[in-house]
């Protein structure tokens, strides 16, 4: 480690679907955190690790701020804020394209109750005019005093070497916190689960909605070097089951299909997974169900 080595934790904040994962997953340049059109796809704290020869910079992508409906909300919107108290930097990502609501007012409110500096991280300007970026800008600028504002594209990387330093020059020196290889703090099988759950929402399109979960039941490397993988897919209701077993589970045979490619690419080895379908009414409400699928609120 080099003199003046540098480190510190930054918490990504934001809508759900501002482009928060598409962002940690470029900056890592490995999928950790699954992307997805519908909100609120994000339900942990993901931390990624970024490590160069100046500095190492621990990300955590927080769940999407939102009006909570349910005990699953209330954790998701608790992991946020409480993310907030806790990092040296907070990277606040708004989308380029929407405008500004009460979304983006209530994520204000709670940054005026912390003294972290606070980047305004405009994603998606591939998409904008710059007439328009400007009036963004100028626009967010009357409403909360940002220590940085950063306009990039997270899906085209757009910027993001900008921002990348940006961060770097606002941390103290400190140690390395994880391994210069290690991407993540979570579990691979943390990581998994998460990956099929991505298939799931992105192959039932606004058939099944986030009532979904998944979780690793087992997971071991067989003697051939390849590792074996099952999976279980928790629905709430009967009718999610078939949408997403599919005509003569078609549909469970592409998820499958679809989350081997990531997960191989992941582990750097063959996978052979198997995945099956359970229905657990109303989880979303069940202290006991969401602490069994990874969702603790004793973390916070």
């Given at each position: 480690m080099s003199e003046g080595f540098k480190s510190g934790f930054a918490a990504i904040i934001g809508r759900p679907n501002a482009g928060k994962s598409t962002l940690l997953n470029y900056v890592l340049g490995e999928k950790i955190a699954i992307m997805s059109?519908?909100?609120q796809t994000t339900r942990n704290r993901i931390q990624g690790v970024y490590t160069s020869a100046e500095a190492q910079v621990i990300f955590i992508d927080t769940p999407g701020i939102h009006k909570p409906k349910?005990?699953?909300?209330?954790?998701?919107?608790?992991?946020?804020?409480?993310?907030?108290?806790?990092?040296?930097?907070?990277?606040?990502?708004?989308?380029?394209?929407?405008?500004?609501?009460?979304?983006?007012s209530y994520i204000l409110e709670q940054l005026k109750n912390v003294s972290t500096p606070v980047f305004l991280v405009i994603n998606k300007i591939d998409q904008l005019h710059p007439d328009k970026l400007l009036e963004k800008i100028d626009g967010y600028r009357?409403?909360?005093?940002?220590?940085?504002?950063?306009?990039?594209?997270?899906?085209q990387?757009?910027?993001v070497d900008t921002l990348i330093e940006?961060?770097?020059g606002y941390l103290e020196e400190g140690p390395q916190y994880y391994p210069e290889d290690q991407l993540t703090d979570h579990?691979?099988?943390?990581?998994?689960?998460?990956?099929?759950?991505?298939?799931?929402l992105h192959l039932t399109e606004d058939e099944v909605p986030h009532s979904i979960a998944v979780y690793i039941e087992d997971m071991k490397e067989r003697e051939e070097g390849a590792v074996y993988i099952a999976a279980v897919i928790v629905v709430e209701r009967s009718s999610q089951k078939g949408i997403i077993i599919?005509?003569?589970?078609?549909?469970?045979?592409?998820i499958g299909k679809r989350a081997r490619v990531d997960i191989e690419s992941l582990l750097g080895s063959k996978v052979h997974i198997d995945l099956w379908v359970k229905v657990q009414k109303d989880w979303r409400n069940s202290r006991f169900q969401l602490n069994e699928y990874g969702y603790s609120e004793e973390e916070y």
């Open positions: 059109e519908k909100p349910h005990r699953l909300g209330d954790f998701m919107v608790q992991s946020a804020v409480q993310t907030l108290q806790d990092v040296d930097l907070i990277l606040f990502i708004i989308d380029a394209n929407d405008r500004f609501g009460p979304g983006e009357h409403r909360a005093d940002f220590s940085e504002v950063v306009p990039i594209s997270a899906l990387g757009n910027n940006q961060i770097t579990p691979e099988r943390f990581v998994v689960s998460e990956l099929v759950r991505e298939k799931v599919g005509k003569q589970g078609s549909m469970l045979k592409e």
